[in-house]
């Protein structure tokens, strides 16, 4: 395949089909998410029986278990996956909306209009149902999409792309308004996110070797989405059963997710009443533990933690726990090695609470919950294309709108500048 050509066809396409999409109402494209989800549940079968073949070249390439775990998708991942199809069509249309309409002492009326972005270029991990929530996302808010899944997934993905082909051609909208690309030579991934010409903005969601290349590469406009180091404080005046729980969950409930803790630190002065029963806790759930040298002191058999750990993003049960003598430490710490994804204080002092609320410069910032909560169903956004790590146009979970820009608008009856 010659990829320039390839994608060069691909992107003059999604271009193209932008223009529709722009035009298109919400009963437009809500037909076409109603299609897409009948065509998925017509062609189950096929798509299990390809993500059975990602799944066994992924087991002969040794893939590890996170990863496994990410490109399965099991008959509940597949219902769930198009049941977030039902609560997309759900959720309102941002498209068109003019808000802050007010007169001018010119007479004329001035607003804002919220509008596409135009093509959203999405790189993603090896995660199929991450094609749907996109493709859904990105059509409801009006936009066309080209779409770079993991090469793992690259069977799953090509299945999922037949059915929204299906989907959008029984609703009368250009197939081309979401394209899987079918290559996973990372060529096309230069080709994506150097050409303005075809793409608006890039999406990639992914770790450090995709961060090194888009931050070389892009000549697009980039809404990052990437790594988790996320931490949560325990401070001396956490409530101690708030603490193990919500220490506990933070790790524990996925381990493979950007949302995960990966350092634990806890104040010196309430280590001996947590950080015990947490590790047996842990340890029960088979969570390798590296603490700092005080952990170590504190915790029988615990291995040790290094610079490397702090910072790393393990998406695996391993955690590294550091004692600090006070926020002021683990603010220090968090402003070194967090990724600015997630982090979150444990504290019944409401002083220290808004105090960490304030100074720590992440994505999402957090009292007394779990970190696993960054997400936009959780934070009610209906779904999400994934975690910002970037702070302009939007910042943590982004749903439809941040999917959507605002233009002015501009009403007159004849008015003119003098
Ligand atoms: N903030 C968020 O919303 C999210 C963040 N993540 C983060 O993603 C990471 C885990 O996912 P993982 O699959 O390991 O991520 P990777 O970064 O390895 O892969 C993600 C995607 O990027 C592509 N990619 C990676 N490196 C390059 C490169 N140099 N050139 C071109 N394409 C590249 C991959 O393609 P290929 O298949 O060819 O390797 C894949 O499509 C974690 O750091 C996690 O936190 C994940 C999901 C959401
Ligand atoms: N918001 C999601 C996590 C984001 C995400 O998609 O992460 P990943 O599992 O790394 O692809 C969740 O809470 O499960």
């Not at 299609?35 to 029986?49: C, K, P, Y």
């Not at 509940?76 to 498209?95: H, K, N, S, T, W």
């Not at 040790?304 to 955690?319: G, I, K, N, R, S």
Request: aromatic share 4%.
């Amino acid at each position: 395949m010659d990829i320039q050509q390839y994608m060069a066809t691909v992107g003059e396409q999604a271009r193209g089909a932008s223009r529709a999409m722009a035009r298109a109402t919400a009963g437009d494209k809500n037909a076409a998410l109603s299609a897409i989800a009948g065509a998925l549940r017509a062609h189950r079968s096929a798509i299990l029986d390809a993500n059975q073949r990602d799944l066994a070249r992924g087991r002969d390439s040794g893939l590890d278990a996170a990863l496994l775990d990410r490109l399965e998708l099991t008959p509940e991942r597949f219902d769930g996956m198009v049941e977030g199809l039902e609560q997309v069509i759900a959720l309102a249309d941002p498209v068109g909306g003019i808000t802050d309409l007010n007169y001018r002492p010119s007479g004329i009326q001035v607003g804002k209009m919220r509008v596409p972005l135009g093509v959203i270029g999405i790189i993603y991990e090896s995660r199929p149902n991450v094609t749907i929530d996109a493709a859904a996302l990105c059509l409801k808010s009006g936009n066309a999409a080209i779409l770079r899944g993991g090469s793992e997934a690259i069977d799953s993905n090509q299945a999922i792309a037949e059915c929204l082909r299906i989907g959008l051609r029984e609703a009368g909208l250009p197939e081309t308004a979401v394209q899987v690309i079918e290559t996973t030579d990372r060529a096309a991934v230069g080709e994506l996110i150097t050409h303005p010409e075809w793409v608006d903005v890039i999406v990639p969601r992914g770790g450090k070797g995709l961060i090194e290349r888009i931050s070389n590469d892009a000549r697009v406009p980039v809404i990052k989405h990437l790594d988790g180091n996320c931490h949560v404080y325990i401070d001396a005046q956490a409530d101690a059963g708030k603490a193990i729980k919500v220490a506990y969950n933070a790790k524990t409930q996925r381990y493979g997710t950007c949302n995960t803790m990966e350092t634990l630190l806890v104040h010196a002065g309430i280590a001996e009443r947590v950080l015990p029963e947490l590790a047996a806790q842990y340890q029960a759930a088979g969570v390798e533990l590296r603490g700092c040298e005080r952990s170590r002191a504190l915790l029988d058999g615990i291995g040790e933690a290094t610079e490397t750990d702090w910072a790393e993003e393990y998406l695996a049960p391993v955690l590294a726990i550091k004692l600090v003598d006070g926020l002021d430490e683990a603010l220090e710490h968090i402003h070194r090695y967090s990724s600015g994804h997630t982090e979150s204080i444990i504290t019944e002092n409401y002083t220290l609470a808004r105090r960490f609320l304030a100074e720590v410069d992440s994505s999402s910032v957090m009292v007394n919950a779990s970190t696993r909560f960054a997400d936009g169903f959780e934070y009610g956004l209906g779904a999400e294309i994934g975690i910002s790590t970037d702070k302009l146009h939007a910042r943590g979970p982004v749903g439809l709108e941040g999917l959507t820009g605002q233009k002015w608008v501009v009403l007159g009856d004849g008015h003119v500048r003098t």
